[in-house]
């Protein structure tokens, strides 16, 4: 329940004028890195280096894996909101994420465009060309 009522008040905070929602999506303590889940970050950050901005990770991604955090995040938590600057991307290990937008002029309502499974990055799009966010992420599984 504590966490439960940490993520709400998180969530309200985030709504604060120039405070990113992001900042507030819980983050695992370090120990719960297993081996196994540092060498499937490994393998997809090879995977990336097919992407041109990417192909200067390190060779040694040791360095890169450790400062990666992870991330368990309730259903419904959005991860990053639409217009927000976009300073990091996720790997999604387990469960979804849905990417929802909603377009200037209307009713705030947002619309479906996307969905990520595991293994598969998101919000990189922001890291290879310095805009905001062009759409919110929110977990869905």
């Known amino acids: 329940l504590l966490r439960k ?3 709400a008040n998180a969530l309200r905070d ?3 004028p120039g405070v990113k929602t992001e900042d507030f999506v819980p983050v695992e303590p ?15 950050l090879c995977s990336l ?6 192909q200067k ?11 990666m955090r992870l991330h368990v995040v309730p259903r419904g938590t959005r991860i990053f909101q639409q217009g927000e600057e ?3 991307m996720y790997i999604v ?16 309502e947002e619309v479906r465009v996307g969905n990520y499974q595991p293994g ?19 977990a869905s599984k």
């Open 14 to 16: 985030a709504q604060k």
């Open 57 to 67: 990770i390190p060779d040694g991604l040791d360095e890169v894996v450790d400062k």
């Open 120 to 138: 598969e990055c998101v919000g990189h799009f922001s890291l290879l060309d310095s805009k905001p966010r062009a759409a919110s992420a929110v």
């Open 30 to 44: 370090e120990e719960k890195k297993n081996a196994f889940l540092k060498a499937r970050l490994r393998a997809k």
């Open 86 to 88: 976009g300073d990091r």
């Open 93 to 108: 290990e387990s469960g979804g994420v849905e990417i929802l937008k909603s377009e200037e002029g209307c009713t705030g």
């Open 49 to 54: 280096r097919e992407i041109v901005a990417f």
């Open 5 to 7: 009522r940490q993520i």
